[in-house]
């Protein structure tokens, strides 16, 4: 799960220059509002001067004012409503208490408080404008002073603790305080900010003596001077360009905006729009849909999209190789084993994140059938079998396909996580892949079975799924090999991006090209080796080729999707989701310039962003 990060920041000398302003600070703060990262204002100044800068700032987060004297928190907390209205923990002592305790110290030694000066002094003294000045004055647990001779500061402060009090010292300003400082609110707000998110990282900036228990008290801390240094700083956290970050956030509130617009109000997700190639519900494309669901946290919409697919199973087990709008099997392909393993696998993903012990219990005589199927297609090499392969090209399928079986182990193992045991030997099937999918050089693509023999070792993209679903770690060697194999061959030399497989004579759908699905696979494989270089190649492919944030099922150069409309033609293979494709393909504006982009936008692709962008931010954006 990803960690959300939380910016605490002080203000004065830190956020903001010496004419109080952070302008300097803009590019970070631009960013900061683009990946929806909280800023927390923690100052020495007030309640009053604060909620002006958060006015400046456009920022509707909690803040912590006067050295940690109080927190103040939005009534509809997490939220960007209702600005001003608090819920207020006070850690810091009275201002009045405080005042009472001061003119005593004021009596024994020359200091100069806040509350000695007029609006005008203060201005003057301060830098600030008057009404600013005025601000500053509306003090409420603290009481800045000058100390008119340094001489004296070990007998102020020795006083000071007299009575029982505290004392700071921010870039100017001494300050009388209570049993309070920025630490201690900040962790606070940092356990509230846990108990919503699970999973935080907090990061601090400040410039002086009173911030140094703020910097202690969060993963990440900023000495900084000025908001400069405060921008680098920030910029350099987040490690990504602002035009990149934005143009990813972008894109990653369209793919979830299309997921929620393809989703039916029975749970459905459509694999495209109605108007699309794909008016249906493929429990392959559903179920990678769910798991970019679950991962953005939208639990309510994948159960939905569970409970819809669940009620699709078959006698046997299994699922439809496709279903109508109403959950009806509208299946034209054998069944496809990895549909079953797929959705297992999803099904155990939901209820390791949500804890839903209810629809577990509920599902649990469906799961159990589903995984009774599996284990009845374990042949005697300890492989799975199924009819139909992910790519569904006729030649290659039925067999021990490499997809499938990395589906089927991957939703046994996460089915173990969550309590739903089998009597399937996990490690028998990996050591099976290991044996007679691995060709010394990559894993290949898969056995076949129905005829006299035969094995398919070309590379496929599909293969990374042994990664992808667990059965291997991305730092195995094998996958680190196949993943070489899959860059080497698949790369489209001319458009960029990953093909699912070579250019193979009647096998190009919509004519030979990169699939953005398939490239966001190979992109995780080297986000979570931490190879932020590579990671960036693929995802900036990505970005690059989406048009109007809309991601298409793949892309071709329009000289090879002509060659193929030509072949299927003459072969009267033009059936009539494919005359759809074609006339939707021909009338998009990149067309004119050579490319043709099939099916956009496609809901797996959609998907697959959204699991990868959430993936790059934990691991480079938060760290």
């Not at 603790?161 to 001494?174: I, R, S």
């Not at 601090?204 to 001077?225: E, H, I, Q, R, Y």
């Not at 293969?463 to 196949?482: G, P, Q």
Request: hydrophobic letters at 35%.
């Amino acid at each position: 799960m990803q960690k959300k990060r939380i910016i605490f920041t002080d203000l004065d000398g830190t956020l903001l220059d010496e004419k109080y302003s952070f302008k300097k600070a803009l590019p970070a703060l631009k960013i900061i509002k683009e990946l929806d990262i909280p800023l927390i204002i923690c100052s020495s100044k007030t309640r009053a001067e604060i909620e002006v800068y958060k006015k400046k700032l456009d920022n509707g987060h909690a803040f912590i004012s006067e050295n940690g004297g109080a927190i103040f928190i939005p009534l509809d907390f997490f939220h960007k409503k209702n600005h001003g209205k608090y819920k207020i923990i006070e850690l810091g002592k009275k201002y009045k208490s405080l005042i009472r305790i001061f003119k005593k110290i004021k009596q024994q030694i020359p200091v100069k408080g806040f509350s000695d000066m007029t609006s005008k002094e203060l201005s003057k003294n301060s830098g600030l404008n008057l009404k600013e000045a005025k601000l500053s004055k509306k003090r409420e647990y603290d009481e800045a002073f000058i100390l008119e001779n340094k001489k004296d500061e070990k007998k102020l402060l020795k006083l000071i603790k007299k009575y029982k009090l505290n004392y700071t010292k921010g870039g100017k300003y001494y300050h009388i305080l209570g049993d309070n400082d920025k630490g201690k609110a900040v962790k606070i707000l940092s356990k509230l900010y846990k108990k919503k998110y699970k999973k935080i990282l907090t990061i601090s900036l400040g410039d002086a003596k009173n911030d140094l228990p703020m910097l202690k008290s969060t993963n990440k801390s900023f000495f900084v001077k000025g908001p400069s240094e405060w921008n680098q700083d920030i910029i350099k956290l987040l490690k990504m360009d602002n035009k990149e970050i934005k143009k990813a956030e972008e894109l990653y509130r369209e793919s979830i905006n299309i997921l929620k617009k393809l989703q039916l109000k029975n749970g459905a997700i459509l694999a495209s729009f109605p108007k699309g190639r794909y008016p249906y519900i493929y429990p392959r494309d559903h179920s990678v849909c769910i798991l970019a669901l679950i991962e953005a946290r939208l639990f309510t919409e994948a159960q939905k999209a569970l409970s819809f697919i669940l009620k699709s199973q078959n006698k046997d087990g299994s699922f439809p190789q496709r279903l109508d709008k109403k959950g009806r099997d509208a299946s034209y392909k054998p069944i496809q084993l990895d549909n079953t393993g797929l959705i297992l696998y999803a099904f155990a993903r939901y209820i390791l994140e949500t804890n839903d012990k209810k629809f577990l219990n509920n599902n649990l005589k469906k799961i159990n059938k589903a995984i009774e199927y599996i284990k009845s297609k374990l042949n005697k090499k300890n492989l799975f079998f199924t009819p139909n392969s992910i790519h569904e090209f006729p030649p290659y399928e039925e067999g021990l396909e490499v997809w499938a079986n990395a589906t089927c182990y991957g939703a046994l193992k996460e089915l173990e996580f969550i309590g739903v045991k089998n009597k399937i030997d996990l490690n028998k099937i990996k050591k099976s892949i290991n044996k007679y999918l691995w060709n010394g050089k990559y894993f290949i693509k898969n056995i076949r079975l129905k005829e006299s023999s035969s094995v398919v070792v070309d590379i496929d993209a599909s293969s990374y799924a042994l990664a992808d679903f667990r059965v291997f770690n991305d730092d195995n060697e094998k996958i680190k090999k196949t993943v070489r194999e899959i860059e080497k061959t698949l790369w489209h030399k001319k458009l960029g991006g990953i093909c699912r497989y070579k250019k193979v004579i009647g096998r190009n759908n919509g004519g030979h090209g990169p699939w953005p699905h398939f490239t966001l696979m190979i992109c995780r494989h080297f986000i979570r080796l931490g190879n932020k270089k590579k990671a960036d190649k693929y995802l900036n492919w990505i970005l690059k080729i989406a048009y109007k944030n809309k991601l298409p099922e793949h892309i071709a150069l329009k000289k090879d999707f002509e060659e193929w409309v030509k072949n299927y033609k003459k072969a009267g293979l033009l059936r009539k989701d494919r005359k759809i494709m074609i006339k939707n393909i021909r009338k998009n504006k990149l067309y004119k310039k050579g490319l043709a982009y099939s099916v956009l936008p496609l809901a797996w692709p959609h998907a697959e962003f959204i699991r990868t962008w959430i993936l790059y931010k934990e691991k480079f954006l938060s760290s």
